[in-house]
Each structure stands twice: as structure tokens, then as C-alpha cells.
């Protein structure tokens, strides 16, 4: 017995190791959450979000049209239309009118677009920023989509539509509508809207190059997307974004500046423009493959901030963002002269691997990467992109990353973003999902006034300005449920309290689902439902 018992061991050891590998292959098989649905939700959700005339096909039905007459605040002379013959007069005749010295004038269309989280403003910097997001979702992970393919697109457009109306004149954009300040003393459906709709702009005189270069990428981003599916759509956008990023850069100055008691502390750009040009001229070189574009991002990226060591990447700063697609262009597409931002993307990287010799990212108890208490998901999201996206260009190129002597491999990358994304979707201390409708347990008592007032077919009369507080202060849940939002989330020790009050925790934004919506595709595909 005693000489047989190494032979009786290497079985064993033999048969562990078989079930534990088999075990292995089973796990990574079975999803932990069903991605899918999260997908479908996750780009539902803008529809919630929709300002102006609805479609017939509008599927999030309790909301109905608003702010169809957003722009006519603002009053232009139209005779930039016709400058040089590359404009014609719209067919809204019906928006010219004369003003009291007879002079001829024009209403501004800005109808469209979408309210930006829990109130009833058109901000259009976030705006610029979640459009971005969902076409880079797209451009990577589109193929994956299958069915849900469509509505991402369909996401997008709405978006597009609203900043082509949004940048029509020359060397001008207009960058909000409403006036923040007012809304928020109030608590109404936008169907209801009676606040003033304000409209502010930017142009050569007051400039604003964050705004301007972040909807020079929206617009670049979104014409890769329907390149193939709708190539005269796909040029006008390209067009537009060439020339939106030249008013960026020429006429340079943050929006924050000129106009900081409308948009501050609202989306205040703190981060500066620096990143918004890196940004910008990272989406152009990508959309027209330009050597233009390229020639700038080599001769500026070091003083734009390319080797800055920030690790947050949100509506306000893109760094991170731009090191990471920068970075394809030398993993896959083989542009040698961007070597630096494999090296770049690397350190970005680094800093959020837990354990990692460079690591500065803080982590809750219950694993949620934290950045700060108010909206803290929207980092979660747009970091788990990265993670998946990055992961994604390393395995193309046989990669990985190098921190302080530790390697990182593209399936790590895969499996820190996981864990967050599942954390989100209910494996967390509090065991609920914090995706609306998603899953048996969700937040019920979002910061959203649509959500949280009776809609138009339960109560068609109007709900002024004050009277809506009273639906805000009950402790009823939202009687309309804006499905697939994702709410601020969790404070610092993984604990959230369902209060519509709490508008850190239980808001939701349109820029913390857009990075999702890829994510989420990765992960669906990648386990079999899609």
C-alpha cells in the first residue's frame, strides 16, 4: 500500500485539477447578471430623457412633447445664411420675423435634445459628453449589439440632430437652455415647463474651447457611426466637427469664465480645455484619418496634458479618455509616432489596478471603485469602458501592462470591470441593483421630477412651479419608472439611502449610462446573450 499511495496521490492531484479547471470553464460561462436586459434598459433610459417632439414610435410612453419652443429666446440675423452662397434659408419660414426697427430676424431652433439628469435643462457640455460616449460605445462594441444595435443609433441621433441645430452658425455655439438656477426652485414636469428658457451661447468674443472641442468629438464620433448606415448623415456631422474643432482652438478660453453664474456649480469646467483639445483632435484624427490632426496632436499633446497623471475620467475631464483611443492608433492601427501613449493609457491603467505598485484609486469596503460622494457611478461607468476597451486593444496587439514590475493582463482588466459592473447590478452590501428596473430590488425614489410626478395621462392638469414639492417631499415611490437609470449611487461605506431628497445618491444622468451601454455589450456578448 505504502509504494502505491504516490501513484493513488497523482490521481487525485490529477482528478482535483480536472474539476477545478472544468469548474473554471462553467464559471466563465454562466453570467453573474443578465447583461442583456441591463443593455435594453440602459439605452431606454434615454428616452426618458427626450426633450421635444416625441415620436410616434416613443416606447418610455408616459412622457410626452416639452420645450417646443426652446430657441426662440434668442433672436439672429439670418443673413449668415447666405455668406459666401454655402448657406440657404430654412424652410421654417415661420421662424422669421421682423423686429420693432423693421430689420429682418430669426428664431433660434434648439428643440431637441436631451435633459441632462434629474431636471429640465438643456446643458449642452454633458450633452456633447454622453453623445460621445454612446458613439465610442458603438464604434467599439456596435457589432456586438445585434438587435439592440438600432436603438443605440436611434440614442445618438437624438443627440446629434439637437447639436447640429446647436452649432448652425458660424463660430457659435449655443451651449444651454434654461436657466438653472430657476428650475431648480422648482419641481415640474417639463411637459409643464414655465421657467424661462434662457439661452446662452459661446462665440468669438466670449469662447468657450471645452464646450466647443467636446461637441467637435461628439459630432466626429457619431459620423463613424453611421459611416456605412447613412454616409450623407455620417458627412454632414464630420463637417460640422472640423469645423467646430477650428473655432475651439482659435478662440480659446473656457465657457466657465463668461458665463459662470448659469453654468456653475453645475458643469463648471475645472479641469480647463486642455483635455477637451486633446480630446477633440484625438476624434477628428480618428473620423478623417487626417494627418493634420495628427501633426497637432504630436506638436501639442505634451501641453495639452497627455503625460498629466490624472486618473479620473468624466464629462469634465478627458485625459484618460484620450490616452486610451490614442493609444489604439499605435496598438492597431500601427501609428508609430504615438507610441508614447501605449506608455500614457499604461499609467492610467496602473493607477486603478488594486494592488498595483502604482495604485491611487480608493475602493469601498464592498469593492465599488470610489471617487466622491456626489454621483459617484458616473466614474464607475466611463472607468469600466476604459478597462474593457483598453483590454480590448491589448489583446489585439498581444499586450500588456507593465506596473512597476507587475503585469497586467487584459483579462484582469476584464475582471476589475466586471466586479463593478456587477456591483452596480446587485452584488453589493445593500443586495440591490442601482439600475431602475432592473432586477427584483432598485431605487424607487429617484431625483427625477418626470419620474416623480403623476405624468400627463394620470394628471393632465398642470403642476406649477411649487406645487410639484409636494410629490417631491412624499415618501411614496415615483408613480412613473424611468427604466434602466442609473442613480448616483452609494456613499463611501457602501451605503445608500432611497431618498429623493438625496440627489448625490438617487440622481440619475444621462453621461452615467452612455459608457455603460458598452459595458454592458462586452459583457452580454461575452457570456453568451448576445
Known amino acids: ?68 419652443s426652446d430657441g426662440s429666446a434668442m433672436k439672429v440675423c439670418p443673413f449668415f445664411l447666405l455668406h459666401k452662397q454655402r448657406w440657404s434659408i430654412p424652410r421654417r419660414i415661420s421662424f422669421f420675423m421682423t423686429d420693432l426697427r423693421g430689420n429682418l430676424t430669426m428664431q433660434v431652433d434648439l428643440v431637441g435634445g436631451y435633459y441632462d439628469a434629474g431636471d429640465n435643462i438643456k446643458f449642452g457640455f454633458p450633452m456633447a459628453f ?50 438653472a438656477n430657476k428650475d431648480h426652485a422648482c419641481w415640474e414636469r417639463p411637459e409643464d415647463m414655465d421657467t424661462q428658457r434662457t439661452v446662452l451661447k459661446i462665440d468669438r468674443n466670449h469662447p468657450g474651447t471645452d464646450v466647443a472641442a467636446e461637441t467637435a468629438a461628439a459630432l466626429a464620433s457619431a459620423s463613424l457611426v453611421f459611416r456605412k448606415s447613412d454616409p450623407a448623415y455620417s458627412r454632414v456631422l464630420l ?3 472640423i469645423r467646430v474643432f477650428a473655432f475651439a482652438d482659435k478662440y480659446r478660453g473656457s465657457y466657465s469664465d463668461g ?63 484620450a490616452k486610451i483611443l490614442l493609444s489604439k492608433a499605435f496598438l492597431v492601427q500601427k501609428v508609430q509616432s504615438l507610441h508614447d501613449y501605449k506608455g500614457h493609457a499604461d499609467s492610467f491603467i496602473c493607477s486603478l489596478v488594486p494592488g498595483a505598485p502604482y495604485s491611487q484609486t480608493q475602493y469601498t469596503p464592498g469593492g465599488l471603485l470610489f471617487k466622491m460622494d456626489d454621483s459617484n457611478l458616473q466614474y464607475v461607468t466611463s472607468t469600466t469602458f476604459l478597462l474593457v476597451t483598453y483590454a480590448k486593444f491589448l489583446t489585439k496587439a498581444h ?62 392638469a398642470k403642476i406649477d412651479c411649487g406645487s410639484g414639492f409636494t410629490f417631491m417631499h ?57
Not at 476584464?414 to 463593478?420: E, F, V
Open 1 to 68: 500500500m505504502a509504494s502505491s499511495s504516490p501513484v493513488l496521490h497523482l490521481f487525485f492531484l490529477l482528478l482535483t485539477l480536472f474539476f477545478a479547471t472544468t469548474s473554471a470553464v462553467h464559471h466563465r460561462r454562466i453570467a453573474s447578471h443578465n447583461y442583456r436586459d441591463a443593455l435594453t434598459k440602459s439605452i431606454l433610459f434615454f428616452e426618458g430623457q427626450r426633450s421635444g417632439k416625441l415620436p410616434p414610435n416613443q416606447r418610455m410612453t408616459w412622457r410626452r412633447n416639452s420645450g417646443l
Open 130 to 179: 454622453t453623445t460621445t460616449m454612446l458613439s465610442w460605445s458603438v464604434i467599439e462594441f456596435g457589432g456586438l449589439m445585434k438587435n439592440e444595435l438600432g436603438n443605440a443609433k436611434t440614442a445618438i441621433r437624438w443627440a446629434t440632430d439637437y447639436l447640429l441645430k446647436a452649432t448652425a452658425q458660424p463660430d457659435t455655439i449655443y451651449v444651454q437652455v434654461g436657466d
Open 239 to 241: 463637417k460640422r466637427a
Open 259 to 321: 458665463l459662470k453664474s448659469y453654468v456653475c456649480p453645475f458643469y463648471c469646467s475645472y479641469s480647463g480645455y486642455q483635455d477637451e483639445l486633446l480630446w477633440g483632435a484625438a476624434w477628428l484624427q480618428k473620423a478623417t484619418r487626417s494627418r493634420t490632426y495628427l501633426n497637432y496632436i504630436q506638436a501639442n499633446g505634451v501641453t495639452l496634458g497627455a503625460d498629466e497623471s490624472d486618473n479620473t475620467f468624466s464629462w469634465d475631464n478627458k485625459h484618460a479618455g
Open 399 to 460: 499586450k500588456v501592462v507593465n506596473c512597476g514590475g507587475a503585469i497586467v493582463t487584459p483579462r484582469r482588466l476584464r475582471t476589475i470591470a466586471k466586479k463593478q459592473v456587477d456591483y452596480l447590478l446587485g452584488d453589493n452590501p445593500m443586495k440591490m441593483s442601482y439600475m431602475v428596473g432592473y432586477g427584483s430590488r432598485y431605487p424607487k425614489r429617484i431625483h427625477h421630477r418626470s419620474s416623480s410626478l403623476p405624468s400627463v395621462s394620470a394628471h393632465p
Open 474 to 530: 412624499t415618501e411614496n415611490p415615483n408613480p412613473n419608472i424611468l427604466v434602466g437609470a442609473v442613480v448616483g449611487g452609494p456613499d463611501g461605506h457602501d451605503h445608500y439611502t432611497d431618498e429623493r431628497s438625496d440627489y448625490f445618491q438617487t440622481e440619475p444622468a444621462t453621461y452615467t449610462n452612455a459608457p455603460l451601454v458598452g459595458t454592458l455589450t462586452y459583457l452580454a456578448h461575452s457570456f453568451g446573450q448576445l
